[in-house]
């Protein structure tokens, strides 16, 4: 296998060497990044979604030609659901909480009036979830034996800073238990 990817890598190199490389022009290219501030446990491998009324920041990056662009002197106008949220000269970045409601959609649109001549927009749609708690109940088959079972709880998308802010109750077989740690 390695002799393969070395073989391939000679075979690549080989062709640059006789290429000629023309110079590429390419249309601007935009992407939205976003972060909500929603807690997810550390360690959780995926993106932390918005719920209802959790805030939102996102920013708009730019490149052109395989380079970054500087937006400080572009007029960027930001849209949430088709409402103008802000924006201005140099306004690379927004925050806005997410709606009341959940499940729900955020349309969240960057507009650049005038980028060389040329009107641009970048559309991206972010999810808005209901929290979710997962349970870890390391156990064969689902089951256990004995009269203890130690569950983890892992809170999932709640509109809170830290698993501190949460308020747990237990209830099996229609007994509440004190015991929440």
Known sequence: MTKFFIGLLLLLVGSFTHAHVHAQTTSPQMVINWKANSYVPSGFAGKAFPTAESSVAAALI???NGKLVNLAGQTIYWYVNENFIGGGPG???IVFDAPI??????????KLPDYKGSMLIENITIPVVNPEVALQAPFPNGRFRGSSARLTVLPLFFNV???????FTWIANGQSFSDTE
Not at 101 to 110: E, H, K, M, S, Y
Not at 161 to 167: Q, V
């Open 62 to 64: 730019m490149t052109e």
């Open 91 to 93: 306004i690379s970045r």
């Open 101 to 110: 409601v959940a499940p729900n959609n955020i349309d969240l649109r960057a």
């Open 161 to 167: 800073k830290s698993m501190e802010n949460l308020t």
